[in-house]
């Protein structure tokens, strides 16, 4: 096994580079993934019949590996995370090729819970190894690029998706296997071409809970309650309530990805700039407004076009949730990266587990009344933004250990 250290990769040309891994890995997930998202809600409509509580059921069962991401500390003690990160990056991209394979309630479920495997896993050693391998002055920065160039991967396939799905007459299954392979293929070639890069600070690899970390926790949580409702829910709302077709959904994606390549560079150098406290203040702002017109969309019948609308500027405020990973990086003790990053992630799915089969028999009876709930949700989290420090280090987490410091000084 080759191993490098990161102190030595200015030896190995720029492609064999750490943080060219990052950004290869970057654009090859969202081929799969974003791909499967973008087909989901027509799929299981027309090959499964589902309502809006089946389609909370999926997300649930979707969920149940984020939920279980701790394992990730297990396997770390016989597989090296970067290991673990590619062979789950293949493990996504195979399941997603399947997909198609199986159109009955319990297939989709079954394949779906494998492809989340792949993806939460994933994720889980992505933000670990973007954490070590990314200096924390530039983090901020690369962060934001690497959001940028995930999104122009998503543009591409969503690209050919609008121009060949109904010119060429595509299906399912082969737009599924399609997708899956290249994202099979990328995390193949990852694992054999690239070698293991060391972090100067050896990781520890047991269950980590500390108390000075909890805004992080609590942070993480809000996050996954309000994400999951934008998930599961607002790309559905377009095609249950405003009958969007395959190639409308795909080409609102696509206006969305183009609003994120452009603005999440912007996103990560504004965070640089104003802090973690100021980005998340503004972007827990735009989501409670963005929300509370969601919900607006059932109660005064507002139209599509502000759906629409609605849709893209949410998605451009999520890219701020950069700043949560930036806030944890500048506290955080470098040996805790990676069993903290499977903890974080588990806290973040709790409510994922439980919110969207709850939520969808909500849904059945009051849709608005679900975004009023992530209304709420925005502004839970606005309060506990109000709590991080203006330069967060460790030993000063939040405003209160600077408060309880003030005396002293």
């Known amino acids: 096994m080759n191993i490098v250290t990161l102190s030595d990769v200015s030896r190995l040309p720029f492609w064999r580079r750490p943080v060219t891994l990052l950004f290869l890995m970057a654009a090859a997930m969202p081929i799969a993934f974003s791909t499967w998202s973008a087909l989901l809600n027509n799929f299981v409509i027309e090959a499964a019949d589902f309502d809006g509580s089946d389609i909370g059921w999926l997300h649930t069962v979707r969920e149940i590996p984020g939920f279980f991401a701790i394992g990730v500390i297990v396997l770390l003690m016989f597989i090296r995370e970067q290991v673990l990160g590619l062979v789950s990056l293949v493990l996504l991209g195979v399941a997603t090729a399947l997909t198609a394979q199986f159109p009955s309630m319990g297939g989709i479920l079954t394949i779906t819970m494998l492809s989340s495997i792949g993806f939460h896993y994933y994720e889980t050693v992505n933000q670990s190894l973007q954490l070590q391998w990314i200096d924390k002055g530039r983090a901020p920065q690369v962060l934001g690029l690497l959001i940028a160039v995930g999104s122009g991967a998503t543009f591409l396939a969503y690209v050919l998706i609008v121009l060949t799905w109904e010119a060429l007459g595509l299906s399912y299954s082969l737009v599924y296997w399609v997708s899956g392979g290249i994202t099979a293929a990328v995390g193949l070639f990852c694992l054999l071409a690239y070698p293991q890069f060391e972090s100067p600070t050896p990781q520890r690899k047991q269950f980590i809970l500390r108390k000075r970390y909890w805004l992080y926790y609590a942070l993480q949580f809000m996050s996954g309650a309000r994400r999951q409702i934008f998930i599961v829910f607002a790309g559905f709302m377009m095609v249950e309530k405003f009958g969007f077709a395959v190639h409308e959904v795909t080409g609102l994606f696509l206006i969305t990805l183009l609003a994120n390549i452009v603005t999440a560079p912007l996103v990560g150098k504004a965070v640089a700039r104003f802090g973690e406290r100021n980005a998340l203040v503004f972007e827990y702002v735009g989501l409670g407004t963005i929300f509370f017109l969601y919900g607006g969309l059932y109660y005064f019948g507002w139209g599509v076009v502000l759906a ?56 059945l009876t009051s849709p608005g009344m679900v975004f009023m709930a992530a209304t709420g949700m925005a502004v839970v989290s606005l309060l506990l933004s109000l709590l991080i420090p203006r330069h967060p280090v460790p030993g000063n987490e939040t405003i209160f250990v600077r408060r309880r410091a003030a005396p002293a000084e």
């Not at 500048?330 to 939520?359: C, E, R, W």
């Open 308 to 363: 629409a609308t609605l849709y893209v500027f949410n998605n451009i405020f999520f890219s701020l949730a950069l700043a949560i990973k930036t806030y944890f990086q500048k506290i955080a003790d470098p040996a805790d990266i990676a069993p903290t990053a499977a903890v974080a992630f588990t806290i973040n799915h709790i409510a994922a587990v439980f919110l969207p089969a709850g939520l969808g028999y909500l849904w």
